[in-house]
């Protein structure tokens, strides 16, 4: 009932934009001070006794491979806010999510694969993992794409809900076609990152890693979402300039005509 | 149901007359498929081992080139907006047309596929595997794909746009189509497991696809 009420609260951009600006600089603070913490941690971790000191970029990679699929989540979550409880702050949200969870994506890849210079000896494998997470960045791409087609919001809003559930359906699919494609192809070839349990020595600069990117996530969203509904509010007041000149000039011709005859 | 079946010999009736089109997507088939001895050389062995591939992605291209068409001059001549504002369920119009898209663009590829499979030197036994599993498959290609037709004219935008949107959709598609095809011709995995998983495939997309473009149709035409 609280939350409900919270997010009927919220769907006035007004209320929305002073809660933020409270919560934003207390929020960008907490990440920063557990980013210093987890990056001090990851820093000080040992290195693994088979992977040496490449084993560090695990704290990077494995918070952004993490945030890459949650943010989808959020998207989703946003998308059904659009279509079914039509909130005005919803899309706002998905458009916001899209371009930070491609950065994510695109971050867990290019540690993935500066991670597997040293281990597989390439840049690029067609491992199962890595394909289907790449699948994931294009599909973010595509639905940035989507996004920057229409120049209306609310008609790009429902086309970009309608396009992130059917990813949202498709991304398992597409995860198990792709890891039997790649079982097909090449079994038992590649080598597995988290084979055994972690030990405790890595566990939690990993844990704090990515309790701050989680956070750093929300802080870039919230702060997103504002730049949109200024953005929004910007583009609706230009509207209203154009056709208040244009409505002035088209009286002014129609007075002159009148003068004229 | 006349109603549905009304839509659905009108759509083939328009798609095969001059100015349906869709029967360029064969042509297209066609000569993607030639393009492809140009590009990897004209060993016939590499191109026999290659030609399930080569006739799944021909396939898969050609069917998206001609679903542009799916809602577009519907949309110009007014008569979308006639079928959403119709009495019958707009998912239900929307598999009638997915229906008779596939009878009219879908259906003349497979027809095309043992021409083609000639020109890349497949035996029968891989010439009729790969005619079945896109008999099975291509209906998933069209169904998935009538989602990013439905968003593409709301948007008014087509081309690369759909392109974009629906291919990384269509991956799984391909990997089972090529991997049942490959299953017949050379083996070791018994035909019957990706080919399975690839009606599977074309079964949920059935159900998924016409929602997703009536969702898309309903809150986007205006």
Redesign the interface.
Known sequence: MTLTATLTDLANPTRFLALTARILPWLAGVTAILLAIGLYQSAMAPDDYQQGATVKIMFIHVPNAWLSMFVWGVMSVAALGT?VWRHPLADVAAKAAAPIGAAFTFLALVTGSLWGRPMWGTYWEWDARLTSVL?LF??Y??LM??WR??EDPS??A??A???T???A??IP??K???D??NT?HQPASVLRMGGSTLDKAFLWPLLVMAIAFSLLFVTLHLAAMRNEILRRRVRSLQMMQASRVAFASEAGAGAKEIGAA | MSALAALIRRDIRIALRVGGGALIGVLFFLTVTVLMPFAVGPDLALLSRLGPAILWLGALLASLLTLDRLFTADHEDGSLDLIVMSRTPLELACAAKALAHWIAAGLPLIIATPILGLLLNLDGTATLAVAATLLAGTPALTF?GM?GA??AV??H?GGL?LA??VL??S??VL??GV?ASQAAISGP?PFGTPFS?LCA?SL?SLV?GPF?AA??LR??LD
């Open positions: 279509l699948i294009l599909m791409l595509g794409a989507l087609a229409v008609r790009a429902r086309a809900a309608v396009l559930l059917v990813g359906i498709n699919i597409i198990f076609s792709v039997w494609w097909l | 998935t989602i439905a968003l709301t948007l935008r746009l974009v949107l990384p959709l991956i799984p990997i089972f991997a995995l998983i495939l949920a998924i997703a969702a898309s809150h986007g």
